[in-house]
């Protein structure tokens, strides 16, 4: 019950208190709200307007739509195999018992 009275109270009292609050704060001059605004606007600066840019796919490089239900040649291939730029085992190097390189931060001292 004391929450409802408050927020009544509140709803009512809050109108009043702006209205007391805009009476005494400062009110900016009225000359200087005229001034800072032009009385007409500038002319709007015309826009180039820039040509439809030509296709660059030439029509022999799309494939024709039939193709689109089509699985392609090379699907389940994977992109990189060893032999085709990709080291065949991975380079055997030195290395601490926990993997890291002797004189890196991470090797056992």
Known sequence: MMYRNFALATLLAAPLIVMAVQSV???PPEQAASAAQPETPPPPVPVPVAPP???SIAPADV????SFDQPMSDAGQPALSPGAGLPDAPAAGPSTAFGAPPGSPNAEP
């Open 53 to 55: 840019p030509a296709p």
């Open 25 to 27: 704060a400062p009110k």
């Open 63 to 66: 494939a024709p739509p039939s």
